[in-house]
Nanobody, 124 residues
Framework: QVQLVESGGGLVQAGGSLRLSCAAS????????IGWFRQAPGKMREIVAY????????YYADSVKGRFTISRNNAENAVYLQMNSLKPEDTAIYYC?????????????????WGQGTQVTISS
């Protein structure tokens, strides 16, 4: 079992940047692929990016490709999401989640462990 805590959210103007962190404890962090998801009011939770156990392989939703970068530091038990060129439509609660899928997965149902979320608000 792994416990996850997100941090780094906040309020930023369109075009600005934020760096989200996902800190893990419990089972070895390197045993998991880590995904970032977001959920805006009235909308379904959606994949933002993931990084796999091996490789690492990364995946980005089309809506964030070229603007967001996911990275991991297994020694620090942490995964990061660097978000640049932020847009108002990026406003959401952002969650990190852990999956035992070796090469990663974009499906939320494959993630067994979730953090509490961190609010990201982008003003126009």
């Amino acid at each position: 079992q792994v416990q996850l805590v997100e941090s780094g959210g906040g309020l930023v103007q369109a075009g600005g940047s934020l760096r989200l962190s996902c800190a893990a404890s419990g089972r070895a962090f390197s045993d998991y692929s880590i995904g970032w998801f977001r959920q805006a009011p009235g909308k379904m939770r959606e994949i933002v990016a993931y990084i796999s156990q091996a490789g690492p392989r990364t995946y980005y939703a089309d809506s964030v490709k070229g603007r967001f970068t996911i990275s991991r530091n297994n020694a620090e038990n942490a995964v990061y999401l660097q978000m640049n060129s932020l847009k108002p439509e990026d406003t959401a609660i952002y969650y990190c989640a852990a999956s035992t899928s070796f090469w990663g997965t974009a499906s939320s149902i494959d993630y067994a462990y979730w953090g509490q979320g961190t609010q990201v608000t982008i003003s126009s």
